[in-house]
Every structure is written in C-alpha cells, then in structure tokens.
C-alpha cells in the first residue's frame, strides 16, 4: 500500500534538488527517471519517457499518484477530513494542523469549509468558550479560532490544576475524627459507670430494694449480683494490696465457725 506521506517528501526532495542544482524544465522530466522505482518507474517508462516533451513535473506527480494510489483514495481522505475530531490530548493547534495537512492533499478545500471542519472537530468546551466570545463559522477565519481557542486550553488546563488541588485540601482525616469521638465517648461511659457504682447510703439502699433496684447500675428489675452491665464490665486486674487483702480474707472465713459463716453471707446478700 503506498504511503501518501512518503510520496509527498518524495516530490519535496525532488523539486529541492532540482532547484537547488538549476535543472532546466526539460531536463528536469528526463532526469526523473533515476528517482522512480517499482509502480512508479513503470509509469514513466510506459507514458512520460516515449513523450517527455508533453510533460511538466506537476503533471508527473499527478500521473504517479494517481497510476500508484487506490482509485478511492481521494474520497477516503475526504471522508477523514469531515469526520475529523479533536483527540482527548490533542491541542486545538495540532488539531488543525492534521486537518490542515488533508486538505491541502485533497486540494479543492475552501477556507469556509475549513472553518466549519473546525469548529466541529473541536472540543465541546472551546465551542462554547467560542460562542460566549462572539465567534461564528459563518464569519469567523481559522487563525482567529485557533488564537482564541489556545489561550481557552491555557485557563482549562489550570482550572483542573486548580480543582485537583482543591479537592486534595478538603478531604479531612475522617478516621482521626472518629477515634477522638470514640476515645471521648469511651472516658464518658467510665465516668458515668464509676458514678453510679459510688457508695450508696443506708436509706438509698433501703429504698433501692424496696424498687427491686440494682446498687450497682441503678435499673429497675434486677439486683446486683445479675446486672448485665456488671458482668458486661472487664474483669478489675487485682493488684498485690487486693491480693493481701484477699488473702486475709481467705483466712480470717476459713477460722470461722458454721453459725459465723452463715452469718457472714447473710451479711453480704444485704450490701
């Protein structure tokens, strides 16, 4: 398949030369033989070399491209050039030079067509930007688009660096929060057990049981040895002063007598 940027830096070179070295015209189409090959050098040797006489080199380039190019190839470019859309990453100047580039192969683009090509290939947002300003399709050139359109990538390009670095500075560490609420609401529920769990006096307890009322949690409905938030409480760590004191304890029940010990947990149910 032939490529159609080759065969156009082919022609550029050539005439380059051919100017650099001031070839006369006529001796310009016989020396082109030397440049050809394959398809090409077929279509030299079989309609230019018999009357080179006939030919200027625009018209060999015309006759090489169209006895090497697929018959269609026109009407693809074509069809390339009106579907044309700017790329996610493109520049609105790229853009137009790639447009650019297909028409000036296609050759019968006017300028006015040109404008319209660009105005729909371009990003959604540069048409609007365009319109706020007052441009049109109708009226408007391709210079005066693309100078506009430039500076729009300019401030959008910013806007998202700007809202990135927003978005980055207003996220707030959410699990920090939530520990500093826990740890609060942990000291609170401590302070308020400890508080209810403070020593009651003769009379509240006496009207405590009266109420069936825990000493422990102050709820109606049970006592203190059953209080579910009682036995929901980490078991107290004994350190060695309580381990002292349970161990005199210890032997202070064991030289008791049956009536004494009787007498002791009957003591004990009542506190």
């Known amino acids: ?27 310009a189409v016989r020396l082109i033989s030397a440049f050809v090959s394959g398809p090409a050098s077929e279509y030299f040797m079989d309609f230019v070399a ?11 380039y015309s006759g090489l491209f169209e006895y090497c190019f697929p018959v269609d190839i026109r009407r693809k470019m074509r069809r390339d050039l009106l579907a044309a859309r700017q790329g996610g990453d493109e520049t609105i100047r790229n853009f137009i030079r790639r447009i650019t580039r297909l028409s000036k192969r296609l050759g019968d683009v006017s300028h006015r067509q040109m404008v319209q090509i660009v105005w729909d290939g371009a990003h959604s947002y540069l048409r609007i930007k365009w319109a706020d300003a007052g441009h049109d399709f109708e009226t408007s050139s391709v210079r005066v688009l693309e100078s506009a359109a430039v500076a729009y990538e300019v401030a959008e390009t910013i806007r998202r660096l700007e809202q990135a670095r927003t978005s980055e500075t207003s996220v707030l560490p959410q699990s920090s929060t939530s520990t500093t609420k826990t740890a609060g609401s942990s000291k ?3 302070v308020e057990t400890r508080s209810k769990s403070s020593r009651l006096t003769n009379e509240e307890r006496d009207k405590f049981r009266a109420e069936n009322r ?11 040895h059953n209080c579910p938030a009682l036995h929901e409480a980490p078991a107290p760590k004994i350190h060695s002063g309580a381990a002292t004191v349970l161990e005199d304890r210890y032997t202070y029940l064991r030289g008791l007598s049956m009536d004494d010990l009787a007498k002791e947990a009957q003591a004990s149910r009542q506190l």
Request: hydrophobic share 30%; glycine share 4%.
């Open 1 to 27: 398949m032939p490529n159609f940027d080759k065969f156009e830096q082919w022609t550029y070179e050539v005439d380059t030369w051919l100017e650099f070295n001031s070839i006369p015209s006529s001796w």
């Open 50 to 60: 018999t009357d080179h006489g006939s030919f200027k080199m625009k018209q060999i």
């Open 188 to 190: 609170f529920s401590t």
């Open 214 to 224: 825990c000493f422990y949690c102050r709820e109606v409905g049970h006592s203190k």
